[in-house]
């Protein structure tokens, strides 16, 4: 994304307009979601703490926001959560830590149903079958002769109703920062919620790392990132999935 931004300041910026409101959306909805179930699950600290709301400002982690729009991963601050509000520990604080995740998978699933529906309203119909839902929606393989590669330049001819290519791009902007965010949470290193699902289905140990833990955990992910290999990862685990979702959507005529 840095070479982005340096190669083709102009194509980054457009690019911006559709990635902040996406990383936004995905941070904000998910510790949301945290604080709303364990509010739900007995605990008012995120409440008390003014954490109960969608207000951006309540959430974001600098650091975090700025790897989420460079790195397509990142985090928001974490919601406050106090277990001894709990009726059931280690089944509550699993569903709060699967609060999160559940969110980004409902906002994936919901925006790349949106963009489907988009795709089919913008492209010309001898396009749509000569290319695969995955290949225009992703905007990459053999949808690319039907592109003109450069800011601004798309061939409109190829599109029926060009209004919606704002609509498509903005929809699978938010569809797939979601996913990203939902995989990242699920590595199961402190303090990432998929170190609590682990802990709670299989460890058994304390409900929450000591901050050594979760400062060695951190510590890891930022080596994984600037080595490349967790943006591989993740990058490799979603296109998984998209591919799986993609084939259930052609299967049902999308």
């Known amino acids: 994304m840095l070479e982005f931004l340096r190669d083709d300041p ?3 910026f457009d690019y911006a307009l559709y990635r902040v409101p996406a990383v936004l959306i995905a941070l904000v909805l998910h510790e949301w979601a945290h604080g709303y179930v364990a509010f739900r ?3 008012p600290t995120a409440r008390d703490l003014g954490r109960l709301t ?3 400002l309540a959430h974001l982690d600098p650091w975090g926001a700025v790897m989420m729009l460079f790195l ?3 985090w928001a601050k974490p919601v ?3 277990p001894r509000y709990f009726r059931n520990p280690r089944r509550d604080d699993l569903l709060v830590s699967i609060a999160g995740v559940t969110m980004n998978m409902v906002l994936f699933l919901l925006f790349m149903t949106l963009g489907a529906a988009a795709d089919r309203a913008l492209w010309d ?3 749509i079958k000569q290319t695969t839902l995955m290949e225009r929606l992703s905007f990459r393989g053999d949808i ?3 592109l003109q590669l450069g800011y601004g330049g798309y061939y409109e001819e190829w599109f029926a109703h060009p209004s919606y290519l704002p609509v498509l791009r903005m929809t699978t902007q938010i569809a797939m920062v979601n996913l990203h965010i939902a995989i990242f949470n699920l590595i199961p290193l402190p303090p990432l919620d998929g170190s609590h699902v682990l802990n709670d289905l299989a460890l058994k140990r304390g409900l929450f790392a000591s901050p050594a833990m979760a400062r060695a955990g951190m510590g890891i992910l930022m080596l994984l990132s600037f080595t490349g290999w967790l943006g591989r990862g993740i990058s490799i685990a979603a296109a998984g999935v998209q591919s799986g979702l993609f084939s259930v ?3 049902f005529g999308a």
Do not use: Q, T
Request: charged letters at 15%.
């Open 10 to 12: 102009a194509r980054f």
């Open 41 to 43: 699950l007995g605990d």
């Open 54 to 56: 969608l207000n951006p």
């Open 72 to 74: 397509g991963f990142g």
């Open 80 to 82: 406050p959560i106090n």
């Open 125 to 127: 119909p001898e396009v």
């Open 144 to 146: 690319l002769p039907y």
């Open 249 to 251: 959507m052609e299967m």
